[in-house]
């Protein structure tokens, strides 16, 4: 198989006739926009029938050739691909062009408004639309390769923050829903709406990076760009086909930088990064206007200033690497199959009416076929790297990789090579929500995540000849602070995961995440903390945080930053910032001072006076001297609650919660550090003021 390979790669090359290190690029873009409507469209719960067209739909690719060998990458408008067709194109493009199929990257734009090339949720695959668009995916890949000539590489990466934001938030605990199963366990899910009150903020953070890779003659002739951008889609209007804003993106930045002097033409793609949790709409803030066109043409303005900007390189080595993975589907257990059985017995082979017939359909579908094989890819461009996975990936997942890729910079193209449905992070499978519904769109197994991220850094590895970065720690000038007061353990907060969040001294005082958390979201705003633009802390939602730290019986200090996000009037305790023994620090909600500081040990029980705003960052610290407490809010040296305490500390410790339960804090906890000592009052207005 391995010399099959290797004798294809030489005969393209030699069919090719490029010299050894000098690079080739070709591009193609091929209509497939259905040929009569009305058409049913996928990208819903239900399908949808539409009846007119809002652009034409494409199927776009670019070929490449640094003498050692050719590579394709053909993004289609299309919501998402199965692996089977896919793997029929690479089939026939590679016996058309010499290229292996394992050096051709497919992908889906994601589009929710065009004919559906597979079954997804309450809506089937069209078989004649599918073949129509397979035949046009090849003509795409063969005209690419025919066009290969000389060529420039180049790229950059530009942050735009403002033009993508979670679409997954947080429910309170108070107001959880039931999934389609009934069962009462929704305390994450998509399109809260605008400022929704039941919502107490995002479950993930973003990527905000727009990724660009321009190839163009030696002369400085366009040939083609590929740019990468984790954001959903915009949505166009109901009964219609849409390319939705790839294509428009497209055509706007093929008007902007392309030149037309009788080559081929030059080709703009959009592909779809890491967008499983993300979308355009900002729910933190009112509603806001927008539309294909405009979103189209704000992103294209931005491609066409960074391209100004971009260095190219005609040396540039080119590689790529592919491994398959199989992985459980998360099947029924018998009880929900025999429900799931007897409703789609009763639709007697029509299409889902409702959501309970959808996932009902979906039950007995998942567990015809309890396995998927994944198809990965990484690909190597000069210093740049692409990994592709067939899944729709959060952007923490896509955040992770590029931290790690050994190349520089990195961006994921998702729903590449297949569609094997959302694959949240095991954390946020216990948030529940759409992305965890059990479907062919959402079916694969708790673990998944991790073993497609690992997946894909071992491809960026081969691609690349040089390890994975470390993930490490950058110290502004407020953990610097913490560090030089020696405290017994300092947790930054700031993992990708759990279950453990390590310390940051040195001492080996690590801590232990517990159920309920979401990770990586935007801490207090400061570059004093990392140093970087963005400080990540840990939100939970339920779960909590605990350490054992020997030594902090009766003489000790706590620090930490938190937001609360629980409306003070939700319950008596709208929730603990830590607990230690019978020491009790919490926000008090109706039984106590709406929203103050509430210190309890044994008999004791003590109140602050400040009323703690909803969803602002507070610093707090907390210290114990013998039997006498003293709590400091927000850097201020005249203490917040002071006062004799007839309990004690010990050396188990729980962040964000207590034993005695449920009422865990709701929201943010980021920088605790825990002393072996008691600390001044100097010492909280001066860590404070650091920060600041």
């Known amino acids: ?111 929710h408004s065009a004919p559906p090339v597979m079954g997804a949720l309450g809506t089937d695959n069209n078989s004649e639309y599918s073949a129509f668009v397979e035949a046009r995916v090849v003509e795409a890949i063969e005209g690419a390769v025919k066009n290969l000539a000389p060529a420039t590489a180049g790229w950059t990466v530009v942050n735009v923050p403002e033009h993508t934001n979670s679409r997954r938030w ?59 951008y984790s954001m959903h889609y915009v949505g166009a209007a109901s009964e219609t086909v849409s390319p939705d804003y790839y294509g428009f993106f497209a055509q706007n930045v093929q008007n902007l930088i392309g030149r037309r002097d009788g080559g081929p033409p030059f080709v703009a793609i959009m592909s779809q990064g890491t967008s499983g949790d993300l979308h355009w709409m900002d729910y933190s803030r009112p509603r806001k206007d927008m539309n ?90 000069g210093d740049l790297g692409i990994a592709a996975i067939p899944n729709e990936v959060f952007a923490i997942t896509g955040l992770k990789i590029k931290a790690q890729s050994p190349l520089r910079p990195t961006f994921t193209i998702e729903l590449a090579n297949g569609a094997e449905g959302y694959i949240p992070p095991p954390a946020q499978h216990k948030l529940g929500g759409y992305t965890t519904w059990p479907a062919r769109t959402a079916g694969l197994e708790i673990d998944a995540e991790p073993k497609v991220a690992e997946a894909a850094l071992k491809l960026l590895e081969r691609v690349s000849g040089q390890p994975r970065r470390p993930v490490v720690d950058t ?4 953990a610097k602070t913490i560090l030089g007061a020696k405290p017994a353990a300092y947790w930054r907060l700031n993992e990708f995961h759990g279950p453990t969040a390590a310390d940051a001294t040195g001492h080996g005082n690590a801590a232990t995440f517990q159920d309920g958390i979401a990770f990586y979201l935007e801490g207090p705003p400061s570059k004093a903390f990392s140093g970087e633009q963005i400080n990540r802390s840990p939100h939970l939602a339920g779960g909590l945080i605990s350490a054992n730290i020997p030594g902090t019986r009766d003489r000790y200090s ?135």
């Open 1 to 111: 198989m391995i010399s099959q390979l290797l004798a294809s790669i030489i005969m393209a090359a030699a069919a090719y006739g490029a010299p050894a290190n000098v690079l080739r690029a070709g591009a193609r873009s091929v209509d497939i926009t259905p040929q009569s409507l009305p058409i049913i469209t996928s990208g819903n719960f239900l399908a949808t029938r539409a009846g007119k067209l809002d652009g034409a739909l494409h199927a776009r690719a670019v070929a490449l050739d640094d003498g050692s060998g050719g590579m394709v990458i053909s993004v289609v408008d299309s919501l998402m691909m199965p692996r089977e067709l896919i793997d029929r194109i690479k089939a026939t493009a590679s016996a058309r062009t010499g290229i292996p199929a394992p050096r051709m990257l497919i992908s889906a734009t994601h589009t």
């Open 170 to 228: 947080i429910l309170r605990p108070d107001k959880m829903r039931k999934d389609p199963f009934g069962d009462l366990n929704i305390r994450a899910q998509m399109h809260p709406g605008y400022q929704n009150p039941d919502f107490v903020g995002p479950s993930g953070p973003i990527d905000p990076a727009l990724s660009l890779l321009s190839f163009r003659s030696p002369e400085g002739r366009p040939i083609a760009l590929i740019a990468n």
């Open 292 to 381: 294909i066109a405009l979103y189209a043409e704000t992103m294209a303005k931005i491609v066409a200033q960074a391209y100004g900007a971009i260095s190219y390189r005609g040396s540039t080595r080119i590689a790529m690497a592919e491994t398959r993975l199989r992985l459980k589907r998360r099947t029924p257990n018998s009880e929900r199959l025999a429900w799931a059985k007897r409703i789609y017995a009763g639709m007697a082979g029509a299409p889902p009416r409702n959501q309970q017939e959808v996932y009902a359909r979906e039950q007995v579908l998942i567990d015809a076929e309890p396995e998927r094989e994944l198809v990965l890819q990484a690909l190597r461009i």
């Open 475 to 478: 110290h502004g000038a407020y």
């Open 558 to 692: 706590v620090e930490m930053w938190f937001m609360n996000a629980l409306p003070h009037n939700a319950r008596a305790c709208t929730g603990y910032l830590f607990s230690s023994g019978a020491d009790r620090v919490a926000i008090g909600g109706t039984q106590f001072a709406p929203g103050r500081l509430v210190f309890t040990s044994g008999g004791t029980q003590l109140q602050g006076t400040t009323e703690i705003a909803l969803k602002t960052w507070n610093h707090v610290l907390f210290v114990r001297n013998r039997d006498r407490v003293t709590i400091y809010l927000n850097g201020n040296e005249q203490p917040e609650i002071t006062g004799i305490a007839a309990g004690n500390g010990d050396a188990s410790l729980l962040i964000g919660g207590s034993e005695e339960g449920p009422a865990n804090f709701e929201g943010k906890i980021d920088e605790v550090a825990v002393y072996r000592r008691a600390l001044s009052a100097g010492a909280a207005s001066g860590h404070f003021a650091v920060a600041r």
